[in-house]
Structure formats: structure tokens, C-alpha cells
């Protein structure tokens, strides 16, 4: 499966940004796709999850209430909407495609649960 990001670009604080990441290959193999990101001497770290069966999505803490995951499964497209934006939500944003079927969304909020990845995206929130 391979994945092509794109959305990123620069934003100031409060605005909205909204990513997209589309699927294509062997796309029968997608269980969920997430998303991640990376500022700068930070290791990555989780922002959400989306079953692709169903509708059960995940959001981390920090970005919950802000930022908003969806998809189109007959366009093998995952969006991560993005608002009220934070200097501290700058990092290059991934997503990832999962292959292993679990029943609770929670199962996906690691990297290690990740088979394939795109190209990252960045994001930069000016103050």
C-alpha cells in the first residue's frame, strides 16, 4: 500500500488546516490508517486513528477537541482536520496505513501497529 499525503503548508495561530492522505495498491489490505507527526529533536508521536471498517476513531489528548479524523473509504482517503491551530501543533504530519484487524480503535495509537507510511507533510503554526 502506498500512501501520498498532502495539506500541509504555513497557518497562524487559531487557523484551520485540513491534511489528506490517500491509499492506493492492495488497499483490501488497510485494517485502519493514522496519523502521526514530528516537530523538530521530538521523537513522533500519535495524533489519530480511524478504523476503516466502521466508524471508530481515535484522538489523542492533546489535539482532542481540535483536530478531527475522517475518511472516504470508496476514495481510500483518510483527512485529519485541523482547528485552532498551536505554534506547538508545528511537525511534519504522517500517515500510516495498518494491515492487522483489532477490534478496539485504541490498538492503533502506536507506530509499531503501522505496516506502511507516506511521505510526511509539513505543518508550521506562526505565532
Known amino acids: 500500500v502506498q500512501l501520498q499525503a498532502s495539506g500541509g503548508g504555513l497557518v497562524q495561530a487559531g487557523g484551520s488546516l485540513r491534511l489528506s492522505c490517500e491509499a492506493s495498491g492492495r488497499t483490501f489490505l488497510l485494517s485502519a490508517m493514522g496519523w502521526f507527526r514530528q516537530a523538530p529533536g521530538k521523537e513522533r508521536e500519535f495524533v489519530s486513528a480511524?478504523?476503516?471498517?466502521?466508524?471508530?476513531?481515535l484522538v489523542a489528548d492533546s489535539v482532542k477537541g481540535r483536530f478531527t479524523i475522517s475518511k472516504d473509504n470508496a476514495q481510500n482517503t483518510v483527512y485529519l482536520q485541523m482547528n485552532n491551530l498551536k505554534p506547538e501543533d508545528s511537525a511534519v504530519y504522517y500517515c500510516a496505513a495498518a494491515f492487522t484487524f483489532a477490534t478496539n480503535v485504541n490498538y492503533y495509537d502506536r507506530e509499531m501497529r503501522y505496516d506502511s507510511w507516506g511521505q510526511g507533510t509539513q505543518v508550521t503554526v506562526s505565532s
Open positions: 480511524a478504523k476503516w471498517s466502521g466508524g471508530s476513531t
